[in-house]
């Protein structure tokens, strides 16, 4: 059964960067396309970016492109979100998700199966 454990979050200054890191356990890691989602309370929680089963190809919502990095090494079934000049609106709990399936990522949420517990980000000054 898979599981994950998330890390990373925490409170940083507009302009600053955070490394997000979800651990998987209890499967094939490369057999899952994977993604980044955040919910604000009140509101939905929406795609942020998400990856292949190699990690060749990435998709990122428009308000991260350029800012934020998806990446994963599966060796070590483990997936990362890199978030640089963070903006106090990217405050917000973030999950990590995965769905078993081979090929294109997708940024819709109903498609992941397998959710993080997710992580407190804060951007404030």
């Known amino acids: 059964q898979l599981h994950f454990v998330e890390s990373g979050g925490g409170l940083v200054q507009p302009g600053g960067s955070l490394r997000l890191s979800c651990a998987a356990s209890?499967?094939?890691?490369?057999?899952?396309?994977i993604g980044w989602f955040r919910q604000v309370p009140g509101k939905e929680r929406v795609g942020v970016s998400c990856t292949t089963n190699s990690g060749d190809s990435a998709k990122y919502a428009d308000s991260v492109k350029g800012r934020f990095t998806i990446s994963r090494e599966n060796a070590n079934n483990t997936m990362f979100l890199q978030m640089n000049s963070l903006k106090p609106e990217d405050t917000a709990v973030y999950f990590c998700?995965?769905?078993?399936?081979?090929?294109?990522?997708?940024?819709?949420?109903?498609?992941?199966?397998?959710w993080g517990q997710g992580t407190q980000v804060t951007v404030s000054s």
């Open positions: 998700a995965a769905i078993r399936r081979f090929g294109l990522c997708t940024l819709e949420q109903w498609h992941y199966i397998h």
């Open positions: 209890g499967i094939t890691f490369e057999n899952y396309v």
